[in-house]
């Protein structure tokens, strides 16, 4: 190959990446830093301002008396969402890997939610959820009186998560079953023969060999938890109380509701720091608990 034929390769390569450059350069480097540029500032879209503050928001954000209720109900939400979705996603992808009769029918209606816009799904959650919906009138028709699910402290948390849930296992149940379907059956044949149980089978032999889809789907799912906001927006508008306002909420308060826009995105640098954290904690993990990372 002559030293023109490797200068057109180059190029061709370099026109190749260019667009992805270019979308990753305008729409995730350049938010990025002007994210931090604005949280040096305090910008006031309502009274024309813009004042350097330096380190005014993040001192804010230290002082700020409702930061540690949100980080708090931040991390419920997380942790409910991201147990609940990875164990409900592993269990009906353990039983739809079995040979049973109807197995595709329910593969499409544990998907088909995932597909559904999230705007409309968590509407129509919300009038089964009120006080007087469908699922009060389910309880009502069996003798139980339900509670005013979006609206008391000690259920509005766990009913968002329960259609957040609903909303998005069908994606991890599918990543879950490619990953068991591609475990060879011979590993599973030697530790029957061996004497393995079935729990035993699928905890020494199964999980280890799908590690890489489990790492791939919680990192997913946790980054995701900490993105969440439409179904807050709809549901419960961060209360009762502050009971349901997660981070990104209270990042949209602060900026667009209270046009404190400095403010919001110093919160925002501080949800990027946490998303990052955990991304880095969980792929330094992962050498340690992955199957063939060492």
């Known amino acids: 190959m002559t030293g023109a034929d490797r200068r057109r390769d180059r190029l061709t390569g370099c026109l190749f990446i260019a667009p992805q450059l270019a979308g990753t350069i305008a729409f995730v480097l350049v938010p990025l830093v002007l994210v931090l540029w604005y949280s040096l500032h305090e910008w006031n879209v309502l009274a024309d301002t813009f004042d350097f503050v330096g380190t005014g928001n993040y001192r804010r954000l230290m002082d700020d008396p409702k930061l540690s209720s949100v980080l708090r109900s931040t991390f419920f939400f997380s942790a409910g969402l991201v147990v609940l979705n990875l164990s409900l996603a592993m269990l009906l992808a353990v039983l739809l890997n079995q040979k049973l009769r109807g197995t595709t029918l329910f593969r499409v209606a544990f998907f088909s939610p995932v597909v559904v816009s999230l705007v409309a799904w968590t509407v129509v959650w919300g009038f089964m959820l009120q006080h007087n919906g469908g699922i009060n009138g389910l309880l009502d028709a069996i003798g139980v009186e339900g509670p005013n699910w979006?609206?008391?402290?000690?259920?509005?948390?766990?009913?968002?998560?329960?259609?957040?849930?609903?909303?998005?296992?069908?994606?991890?149940?599918?990543?879950?079953?490619?990953?068991?379907?591609?475990?060879?059956?011979?590993?599973?044949?030697?530790?029957?023969?061996?004497?393995?149980?079935?729990?035993?089978?699928?905890?020494?032999?199964?999980?280890?060999?799908?590690?890489?889809?489990?790492?791939?789907?919680?990192?997913?799912?946790?980054?995701?938890?900490?993105?969440?906001?439409?179904?807050?927006?709809?549901?419960t508008q961060g209360g009762p109380g502050t009971s349901t306002t997660v981070l990104v909420y209270y990042l949209y308060q602060q900026a667009f509701q209270f046009h404190t826009f400095g403010y919001g995105a110093t919160l925002s640098v501080l949800l990027f720091l946490i998303v990052l954290l955990l991304t880095v904690v969980q792929w330094q993990l992962r050498k340690r608990w992955v199957f063939h990372e060492s």
């Open 150 to 235: 979006l609206r008391s402290d000690g259920t509005a948390m766990a009913s968002v998560v329960v259609v957040q849930v609903f909303k998005n296992v069908g994606l991890n149940m599918v990543l879950f079953l490619a990953a068991l379907q591609g475990v060879p059956q011979e590993l599973h044949e030697a530790a029957r023969m061996d004497g393995a149980g079935r729990w035993t089978v699928f905890r020494r032999v199964t999980l280890p060999m799908i590690s890489p889809t489990v790492l791939l789907t919680s990192i997913i799912t946790i980054v995701g938890s900490l993105q969440v906001f439409a179904q807050i927006a709809v549901l």
